[in-house]
């Protein structure tokens, strides 16, 4: 396979092909419990010459046979194909139920923006937290934006939010960094709570891994999020104190946006390990090493401090309870 092999929407994307997860999946079943390519593509409602065309697509994009064709016997998976369709079969269990949950929120949240009898009163900035994700969906007055630590700042102190949510951790520039924020004679800064940041790997940690130092390991596959994030910060960190190499890490230019993508990508099997928090961890029923312990704020501009950071922080608390 690829070594760009990305998971990525319901998509599996292989350099410059993009495959339905959902689809491939389908395909590799029916050719797992029909005999032959024939009564596969009668099983999924496609044409034989479809089925053919979407196995050498396949093949080609995966660099190797999936299939054995014996003459007067029909065809069948060879051991890469069967490796396939049980890790896409695999992945899509673990992830059903957290789409799922994804799904139902996005349904709740549209439904109470196209039901609200006014805009949202509050434009929240945030670095992602999937607790504090959750809690908003469930709250049409607040419009938020996941957009990681750096830029919720610059949005609240440009007028773009009213709100920022973020988490510095000892990334780049370390204590000094997060205590000049928190200086800051024009923002409002409350604690809302403390959590654990930690590699997120596959559940039993089969691999060993211990710590950043690992993910300098030849063939080790790692994913990363984006810059500007606090997460990146903490991995940046971590990688110097532990003297490796940000150029030594498989992956380390693989950029998420989410802790919930990360985790999307370890779970699906596209990563060996990402950093991120426990929760998405226990979401995505993944193993979690954990790395150090951090605050994430609520910060707003002096004077102007919105109802709704006094809503957030009420219903939080036995949110991050209930969570563990």
Same mark, same amino acid.
């Given at each position: 396979?690829?070594?760009?092999?990305?998971?990525?929407?319901?998509?599996?994307?292989?350099?410059?092909?993009?495959?339905?997860?959902?689809?491939?999946?389908?395909?590799?079943?029916?050719?797992?419990?029909?005999?032959?390519?024939?009564?596969?593509?009668?099983?999924?409602?496609?044409?034989?010459? #479809?089925?053919?065309?979407?196995?050498?697509?396949?093949?080609?994009?995966?660099?190797?046979?999936?299939?054995?064709?014996?003459?007067?016997?029909?065809?069948?998976?060879?051991?890469?194909?069967?490796?396939?369709?049980?890790?896409?079969?695999?992945?899509?269990?673990?992830?059903?139920? #957290?789409?799922?949950?994804?799904?139902?929120?996005?349904?709740?949240?549209?439904?109470?923006?196209?039901?609200?009898?006014?805009?949202?009163?509050?434009?929240?900035?945030?670095?992602?937290?999937?607790?504090?994700?959750?809690?908003? %969906?469930?709250?049409?007055?607040?419009?938020?934006?996941?957009?990681?630590?750096?830029? &919720?700042?610059?949005?609240?102190?440009?007028?773009? &939010?009213?709100?920022?949510?973020?988490?510095?951790?000892?990334?780049?520039?370390?204590?000094?960094?997060?205590?000049?924020?928190?200086?800051?004679?024009?923002?409002?800064?409350?604690?809302?709570?403390?959590?654990?940041?930690?590699?997120?790997? %596959?559940?039993?940690?089969?691999?060993?891994?211990?710590?950043?130092?690992?993910?300098?390991?030849?063939?080790?596959?790692?994913?990363?999020?984006?810059?500007?994030?606090?997460?990146?910060?903490?991995?940046?960190?971590?990688?110097?104190?532990?003297?490796?190499?940000?150029? #030594?890490?498989?992956?380390?230019?693989?950029?998420?946006?989410?802790?919930?993508?990360?985790?999307?990508?370890? &779970?699906?099997?596209?990563?060996?390990?990402?950093?991120?928090?426990?929760?998405?961890?226990?979401?995505?029923?993944?193993?979690?090493?954990?790395?150090?312990?951090?605050?994430?704020?609520?910060?707003?501009?002096?004077?102007?401090?919105?109802? %709704?950071?006094?809503?957030?922080?009420?219903?939080?608390?036995?949110?991050?309870?209930?969570?563990?």
């Amino acid at each position: 396979m690829t070594d760009s092999a990305l998971w990525l929407d319901g998509n599996l994307e292989l350099g410059r092909d993009r495959l339905s997860v959902r689809q491939t999946g389908l395909f590799l079943e029916a050719l797992a419990q029909e005999p032959s390519l024939r009564a596969a593509a009668d099983r999924i409602g496609i044409s034989y010459r #479809s089925a053919w065309d979407r196995l050498a697509r396949l093949e080609a994009a995966f660099g190797r046979p999936l299939v054995v064709k014996t003459k007067g016997h029909g065809t069948s998976l060879n051991a890469a194909g069967e490796a396939l369709r049980a890790a896409l079969d695999e992945a899509q269990s673990r992830l059903g139920k #957290s789409l799922a949950e994804d799904g139902e929120r996005l349904r709740l949240r549209v439904a109470a923006l196209v039901t609200a009898q006014r805009p949202p009163t509050c434009r929240m900035a945030l670095s992602h937290d999937p607790v504090l994700v959750d809690l908003l %969906a469930g709250m049409p007055d607040v419009e938020a934006a996941v957009v990681g630590s750096e830029e &919720a700042l610059r949005r609240l102190r440009a007028g773009d &939010a009213d709100l920022a949510g973020f988490h510095l951790g000892p990334g780049a520039g370390g204590r000094n960094r997060d205590e000049a924020v928190l200086r800051d004679p024009a923002l409002h800064i409350v604690a809302l709570f403390r959590r654990q940041q930690g590699l997120l790997v %596959a559940p039993g940690n089969p691999l060993g891994i211990g710590s950043v130092r690992d993910l300098g390991r030849p063939g080790l596959r790692f994913v990363n999020r984006q810059r500007g994030s606090g997460t990146r910060g903490w991995t940046d960190h971590l990688l110097a104190e532990a003297g490796v190499d940000p150029a #030594s890490v498989r992956g380390y230019g693989n950029e998420e946006f989410t802790h919930a993508a990360v985790a999307a990508m370890v &779970a699906a099997g596209m990563a060996d390990a990402g950093m991120g928090v426990r929760v998405a961890a226990e979401r995505f029923g993944l193993g979690f090493v954990a790395q150090g312990e951090e605050v994430y704020r609520l910060a707003a501009r002096r004077g102007e401090v919105p109802a %709704a950071a006094a809503e957030i922080l009420a219903r939080l608390q036995p949110a991050r309870e209930d969570a563990g």
